[in-house]
């Protein structure tokens, strides 16, 4: 097993360090099929999509089998997600899966795009959930600390954030089409 | 929202979802039961069951329909991977389907022309059409499910194994019952059900697989 895969397994059994790791560690690469894929529509736009792709990793992490090579299934969700992300804005690419190996990883840069999509959708959640994941992703507040402000068991933190990236998932696959 | 920030939040959300195998086997363990519950309430074991297992033409009917079920199953397990796609292989598929085919030729060869009228159509076409249908509901919709907490990357595909291997299930369940030995028979009207079912489940598939 490689680098990525004892990431990757790590953070399924519940590790959220070498979940961050291995997520920080994907999204150059990523942010790289996504620009070659489609560089042409802008920064943002790429940005956007890049997040669409993160997310759909983080919601289909199951489906990944310890001791499978990571690649081959990182990039196949990539590609079906570029595929349908363009799609949707009425764009069409061609993602051949073998080209991925060639890609070079892209770093955001000095001063990283805002993406916009992304924070439209959590915009579309309920009040408390959308809350919850601007304090855990922006403000940087712990799991712990989110569910004293919000007067919740640190369980039902866990429960509720959860859910609001399903949520997010589906509005994000509504408002697209 | 910046990348990182949603990095950040992601990597908050600890729980992941069980493997997939987790929900199909005991989903797929249940539907059949209760398919084969069903045939033996409403229709029936046939009474010499046993006594037919060891007739080479009767016996098919279990081998090929379990055939069928196995390797739509194996399938569907393969391609809720989203790298499935590029490793599935449909070939194996061809061979239950092939060898169906030669014990159809066989059959008509084998049977006088004046009796092959009487072998295809059989007694129970009518009841075989109907009731394999029915039976694949639970086992297309346990796979189906299944595959929904998976993540294809071809969801028509994938609802194609799903109706196969669904549909061959319930065909073996049925068999239990069914009392025509004709390949002439069970080749024609299984097939058609079988066909019939996973047609559906491929356009089923296509529209609620994708995510």
């Given at each position: 097993?490689?680098?990525?895969g004892t990431l990757l397994?790590?953070?399924?059994?519940?590790?959220?360090?070498?979940?961050?790791?291995?997520?920080?560690?994907?999204?150059?690469?990523?942010?790289?099929?996504?620009?070659?894929?489609?560089?042409?529509?802008?920064?943002?736009?790429?940005?956007?999509?890049?997040?669409?792709?993160?997310?759909?990793?983080?919601?289909?992490?199951?489906?990944?089998?310890?001791?499978?090579?990571?690649?081959?299934?990182?990039?196949?969700?990539?590609?079906?997600?570029?595929?349908?992300?363009?799609?949707?804005?009425?764009?069409?690419?061609?993602?051949?899966?073998?080209?991925?190996?060639?890609?070079?990883?892209?770093?955001?840069?000095?001063?990283?795009?805002?993406?916009?999509d992304m924070a439209k959708?959590?915009?579309?959640?309920?009040?408390?959930?959308?809350?919850?994941?601007?304090?855990?992703?922006?403000?940087?507040?712990?799991?712990?600390?989110?569910?004293?402000?919000?007067?919740?068991?640190?369980?039902?933190?866990?429960?509720?954030?959860?859910?609001?990236?399903?949520?997010?998932?589906?509005?994000?696959?509504?408002?697209?089409? | 929202?910046?990348?990182?920030?949603?990095?950040?939040?992601?990597?908050?959300?600890?729980?992941?979802?069980?493997?997939?195998?987790?929900?199909?086997?005991?989903?797929?363990?249940?539907?059949?039961?209760?398919?084969?519950?069903?045939?033996?309430?409403?229709?029936?074991?046939?009474?010499?069951?046993?006594?037919?297992?060891?007739?080479?033409?009767?016996?098919?009917?279990?081998?090929?329909?379990?055939?069928?079920?196995?390797?739509?199953?194996?399938?569907?397990?393969?391609?809720?991977?989203?790298?499935?796609?590029?490793?599935?292989?449909?070939?194996?598929?061809a061979l239950p389907v092939?060898?169906?085919?030669?014990?159809?030729?066989?059959?008509?060869?084998?049977?006088?022309?004046?009796?092959?009228?009487?072998?295809?159509?059989?007694?129970?076409?009518?009841?075989?059409?109907?009731?394999?249908?029915?039976?694949?509901?639970?086992?297309?919709?346990?796979?189906?499910?299944?595959?929904?907490?998976?993540?294809?990357?071809?969801?028509?595909?994938?609802?194609?194994?799903?109706?196969?291997?669904?549909?061959?299930?319930?065909?073996?369940?049925?068999?239990?019952?069914?009392?025509?030995?004709?390949?002439?028979?069970?080749?024609?009207?299984?097939?058609?059900?079988?066909?019939?079912?996973?047609?559906?489940?491929?356009?089923?598939?296509?529209?609620?697989?994708?995510?």
């Amino acid at each position: 097993m490689d680098d990525w895969g004892t990431l990757l397994a790590e953070a399924n059994s519940g590790d959220s360090r070498a979940y961050a790791a291995f997520l920080r560690t994907i999204t150059p690469v990523l942010r790289g099929v996504v620009r070659a894929k489609a560089g042409g529509l802008g920064e943002a736009i790429c940005e956007d999509v890049l997040q669409e792709v993160l997310l759909a990793v983080h919601l289909k992490r199951h489906t990944w089998q310890v001791g499978a090579p990571v690649r081959p299934w990182l990039y196949a969700i990539a590609r079906y997600k570029v595929v349908d992300a363009f799609r949707s804005r009425g764009g069409k690419v061609e993602v051949p899966i073998e080209d991925f190996d060639e890609i070079l990883a892209a770093e955001a840069g000095p001063d990283p795009t805002e993406a916009a999509d992304m924070a439209k959708m959590i915009g579309l959640l309920d009040d408390r959930s959308g809350r919850l994941v601007r304090m855990i992703g922006i403000e940087g507040s712990s799991v712990a600390e989110a569910g004293q402000a919000l007067n919740m068991t640190e369980g039902a933190v866990r429960v509720a954030l959860h859910r609001a990236f399903k949520t997010l998932a589906a509005l994000r696959e509504r408002h697209l089409k | 929202m910046k990348t990182e920030n949603l990095i950040v939040a992601l990597a908050a959300d600890s729980r992941t979802e069980p493997p997939l195998r987790a929900f199909l086997w005991p989903a797929l363990a249940l539907a059949l039961a209760m398919a084969v519950l069903v045939v033996l309430v409403s229709l029936g074991f046939r009474d010499d069951l046993l006594a037919s297992l060891g007739e080479p033409f009767s016996v098919m009917r279990f081998v090929l329909t379990a055939a069928l079920g196995v390797l739509g199953v194996r399938l569907a397990l393969v391609l809720a991977r989203p790298e499935g796609r590029s490793l599935a292989r449909l070939w194996p598929v061809a061979l239950p389907v092939l060898a169906a085919l030669g014990l159809l030729v066989w059959a008509y060869v084998s049977t006088p022309a004046e009796g092959r009228q009487m072998a295809l159509v059989g007694k129970t076409m009518t009841t075989c059409l109907v009731m394999i249908p029915l039976l694949s509901v639970l086992p297309v919709a346990a796979i189906l499910m299944s595959l929904h907490k998976g993540a294809t990357t071809t969801p028509a595909l994938a609802g194609f194994a799903a109706g196969l291997g669904g549909s061959g299930l319930a065909a073996m369940a049925y068999a239990m019952h069914c009392i025509e030995d004709s390949p002439l028979f069970y080749v024609t009207w299984y097939g058609l059900a079988i066909a019939g079912v996973t047609l559906v489940s491929t356009l089923i598939g296509a529209r609620i697989l994708r995510w």
